[in-house]
Nanobody, 115 residues
Protein backbone atom coordinates (compact mmCIF):
# COMPACT_ATOMS: atom_id res chain seq x y z
CA UNK A 1 0.00 0.00 0.00
CA UNK A 2 1.11 3.54 -0.76
CA UNK A 3 0.12 6.56 1.29
CA UNK A 4 0.02 9.97 -0.36
CA UNK A 5 -0.06 13.15 1.71
CA UNK A 6 -0.31 16.70 0.39
CA UNK A 7 0.59 19.92 2.16
CA UNK A 8 1.00 23.61 1.42
CA UNK A 9 -2.47 24.79 0.54
CA UNK A 10 -3.97 27.96 1.90
CA UNK A 11 -5.45 31.36 1.17
CA UNK A 12 -3.62 33.77 -1.12
CA UNK A 13 -4.49 36.94 -2.99
CA UNK A 14 -4.71 36.99 -6.76
CA UNK A 15 -1.26 37.36 -8.26
CA UNK A 16 0.35 35.60 -5.35
CA UNK A 17 2.18 32.29 -5.10
CA UNK A 18 1.89 29.00 -3.24
CA UNK A 19 3.98 25.84 -3.23
CA UNK A 20 2.32 22.48 -2.73
CA UNK A 21 4.21 19.39 -1.62
CA UNK A 22 3.26 15.73 -1.78
CA UNK A 23 5.01 12.72 -0.29
CA UNK A 24 4.39 9.09 -1.18
CA UNK A 25 5.29 6.62 1.57
CA UNK A 26 4.70 3.05 2.59
CA UNK A 27 5.43 0.61 -0.22
CA UNK A 28 6.74 3.56 -2.19
CA UNK A 29 9.49 1.83 -4.13
CA UNK A 30 8.92 1.73 -7.89
CA UNK A 31 6.84 4.91 -7.82
CA UNK A 32 6.34 6.10 -11.37
CA UNK A 33 4.54 9.15 -12.63
CA UNK A 34 3.28 11.59 -10.03
CA UNK A 35 0.87 14.40 -10.59
CA UNK A 36 -1.50 17.05 -9.40
CA UNK A 37 -5.19 17.34 -10.13
CA UNK A 38 -7.80 19.77 -8.82
CA UNK A 39 -11.52 19.77 -8.24
CA UNK A 40 -14.14 22.40 -7.62
CA UNK A 41 -17.37 21.20 -5.96
CA UNK A 42 -19.85 20.16 -8.62
CA UNK A 43 -17.17 19.78 -11.27
CA UNK A 44 -15.07 16.88 -12.44
CA UNK A 45 -11.54 16.47 -11.19
CA UNK A 46 -9.14 17.89 -13.75
CA UNK A 47 -5.48 17.32 -14.44
CA UNK A 48 -3.13 20.14 -13.53
CA UNK A 49 0.32 18.68 -14.15
CA UNK A 50 2.22 15.40 -14.21
CA UNK A 51 5.88 14.44 -14.06
CA UNK A 52 7.61 11.16 -14.84
CA UNK A 53 10.58 9.72 -13.00
CA UNK A 54 12.74 11.01 -15.82
CA UNK A 55 11.45 14.54 -15.40
CA UNK A 56 9.13 14.77 -18.40
CA UNK A 57 6.26 17.11 -17.61
CA UNK A 58 2.76 17.74 -18.86
CA UNK A 59 0.56 20.71 -17.98
CA UNK A 60 -3.02 21.74 -18.45
CA UNK A 61 -3.26 24.68 -20.84
CA UNK A 62 -4.83 26.80 -18.11
CA UNK A 63 -1.70 26.65 -15.94
CA UNK A 64 1.10 26.64 -18.50
CA UNK A 65 3.63 29.37 -17.81
CA UNK A 66 2.34 29.90 -14.26
CA UNK A 67 2.73 26.52 -12.53
CA UNK A 68 5.84 24.35 -12.34
CA UNK A 69 5.90 20.72 -11.28
CA UNK A 70 9.08 19.12 -9.98
CA UNK A 71 10.04 16.04 -8.01
CA UNK A 72 12.69 14.50 -5.81
CA UNK A 73 12.82 10.81 -6.71
CA UNK A 74 14.94 9.89 -3.70
CA UNK A 75 12.25 11.29 -1.41
CA UNK A 76 9.22 10.21 -3.48
CA UNK A 77 8.14 13.83 -3.27
CA UNK A 78 6.51 16.02 -5.89
CA UNK A 79 6.07 19.78 -5.74
CA UNK A 80 3.81 22.24 -7.48
CA UNK A 81 4.99 25.83 -7.57
CA UNK A 82 2.03 28.04 -8.39
CA UNK A 83 2.68 31.63 -9.42
CA UNK A 84 0.41 34.40 -10.70
CA UNK A 85 -2.54 32.70 -9.07
CA UNK A 86 -6.04 33.57 -10.24
CA UNK A 87 -9.39 33.23 -8.47
CA UNK A 88 -10.28 30.47 -10.94
CA UNK A 89 -7.39 28.41 -9.54
CA UNK A 90 -9.42 28.00 -6.34
CA UNK A 91 -9.99 24.28 -5.80
CA UNK A 92 -9.02 21.27 -3.76
CA UNK A 93 -5.70 20.05 -5.12
CA UNK A 94 -5.04 16.33 -5.11
CA UNK A 95 -1.75 14.55 -5.57
CA UNK A 96 -1.49 11.09 -7.06
CA UNK A 97 1.28 8.56 -7.50
CA UNK A 98 1.46 5.63 -9.86
CA UNK A 99 3.02 2.36 -8.78
CA UNK A 100 2.85 -0.82 -10.80
CA UNK A 101 -0.09 0.52 -12.83
CA UNK A 102 -2.13 1.43 -9.76
CA UNK A 103 -2.88 5.02 -8.78
CA UNK A 104 -2.88 6.24 -5.21
CA UNK A 105 -4.48 9.52 -4.17
CA UNK A 106 -4.07 11.89 -1.28
CA UNK A 107 -6.87 13.52 0.67
CA UNK A 108 -6.37 16.88 -1.00
CA UNK A 109 -5.39 20.35 0.12
CA UNK A 110 -7.51 23.46 -0.30
CA UNK A 111 -6.20 26.37 -2.33
CA UNK A 112 -8.24 29.56 -2.22
CA UNK A 113 -7.34 32.60 -4.30
CA UNK A 114 -9.11 35.81 -3.38
CA UNK A 115 -9.73 38.60 -5.88
Amino acid sequence: QVQVVESGGGLVQAGGSLRLSCVASGRAFSIGTMGWHRQVPGNQRELVATITTGGSTNYADSVKGRFTISRDNAKNTVYLQMNSLKPEDTAVYYCNAERLWQYYWGQGTQVTVSS
